[in-house]
């Protein structure tokens, strides 16, 4: 793999003659988590090492090489299994219109099979797709189509790769994509609702041909450990790993901290940092959800609003209090700063995505007199890290599953697997 990677960046730095040789891209999503980061790179190495006439395959991770540092998770497994991150491209690294403007622009979607509006001028550059996601694609003679609802895409790159060319299968690729489906799977636990027969099919079929895979309990908690992971980064980009945004007659950012409030209300000069933050990116006010667990892994959440305008913080505040669909149940608790307000969350159901609708009702209202019209979420400044392709809120939205106490403690570990 680090020969095949090494060969994808030095055709990308000789890229420089108009009529030059064309490239096959595979593509992940925006939200470019582990699925879409190894999909990417197994599809492209399986195409390198069968379909030689083509023109040369390349993986291309769907963010900026800047942004890769909030996927920890995706940095952990590349470390695990000895890929630099040095040796993967990205997209602020290769000019996909200028290649489809040249005619030398093929496109293999993974991990999503429709490309977002601000990419749909080079739709007439794909190829093929493959992902596990509700299908939005009509399928075309020129396009095939491989879309099944199965826990992760790299089950279904692992089985074209096990049905076409299992001599291109070592341990490294191997460790890639069984760590990117038993995480996907959460740990293959049935009460997860995630697994599907086939991806038990292929994750089995991995572990008896490459016995010295880690075990599954102990990778996916690593992993697990490594996606909330937030000891390296610097305080924009706790707010921007997993960050929403919304807009009314005000800008607000809504992020997800891993951490405890008391720990990041003691990170040095917090309140300038918060400051920066609000105005580099246009925000008027910073909500900050933190989600921890207690020893016996049951949630902890706490919320910070941040605005230099007392009275825009003031009145997102009492809504916040008031609120009934759902109740947050917040209580006061002790802010160093006097531009921030500090609650302990009651309600530990209550994720960000029951928060947004709270924060939209209040930009409606607030907007009633007023001017911006509905309130509206917007695209963050970097794709939210995504928590689990497949869940879409709180796995305890709808009260605690009837499960084994392991089960229980594979809920908590997981719990966070997308909008928290």
Do not use: W
């Amino acid at each position: 793999m680090e020969e095949f990677l090494t060969s994808c960046q030095r055709a990308v730095k000789a890229n420089v003659e108009p009529e030059g040789p064309g490239f096959h891209i595979v593509l992940g999503n925006e939200a470019c988590d582990v699925d879409s980061m190894v999909s990417a790179l197994a599809f492209a190495y399986f195409l390198s090492q069968t379909a030689h006439s083509e023109p040369l395959a390349l993986p291309l991770l769907n963010i900026r090489q800047s942004e890769l540092v909030l996927r920890s998770d995706n940095v952990f497994l590349l470390r695990q299994v000895g890929l630099s991150p040095d040796l993967l491209l990205f997209r602020d690294q290769l000019d996909l219109r200028a290649l489809q403007r040249a005619g030398r622009l093929r496109l293999t979607l993974v991990d999503h099979n429709v490309l977002p509006s601000s990419d749909s001028d080079l739709e007439g550059a794909v190829v093929e797709v493959i992902d596990h996601h509700y299908l939005e694609r009509t399928p075309s003679p020129s396009c095939p189509v491989t879309v099944e609802t199965v826990g992760s895409c790299a089950t279904l790159v692992a089985e074209r790769i096990i049905q076409k060319a299992p001599q291109i299968l070592d341990q490294q690729l191997a460790h890639l994509l069984y760590a990117t489906v038993v995480l996907d799977c959460v740990n293959m636990a049935p009460a997860a609702g995630k697994v599907t027969p086939k991806d038990s099919q292929y994750a089995a079929a991995l572990e008896m041909q490459f016995p010295a895979l880690p075990p599954r309990g102990a990778l996916f908690q690593a992993l697990q450990d490594a996606k909330f992971d937030v000891s390296g980064l610097n305080t924009e980009q706790m707010l921007l790993k997993d960050m929403k945004a919304v807009s009314g007659s005000l800008n607000i950012a809504v992020s997800v901290l891993y951490i405890t409030l008391g720990e990041f209300l003691q990170r040095p000069e917090l309140e300038a940092e918060l400051s920066s933050f609000s105005q580099k990116f246009g925000y008027d006010l910073l909500l900050m959800m933190t989600i921890s667990f207690t020893e016996n892994k049951e949630p902890i959440r706490e919320l910070a609003v941040f605005s230099h305008s007392g009275t825009c913080r003031d009145q997102v505040c009492q809504y916040l209090e008031k609120a009934r669909n759902p109740a947050l149940n917040l209580h006061p608790i002790s802010s160093p700063y006097p531009h921030m307000s500090a609650y302990h969350q009651g309600n530990t159901l209550a994720s960000r995505k029951k928060l947004l609708p709270i924060v939209k009702d209040f930009l409606r209202e607030n907007d009633g007199d007023g001017c911006l019209g509905d309130a509206q979420e917007e695209e963050s400044v970097v794709p939210p890290t995504p928590m689990n392709s497949l869940v879409e809120g709180c796995p305890l939205d709808e009260g605690l599953p009837r499960i084994s106490a392991q089960d229980l403690e594979d809920k908590f570990s997981k719990m966070e697997a997308t909008d928290l």
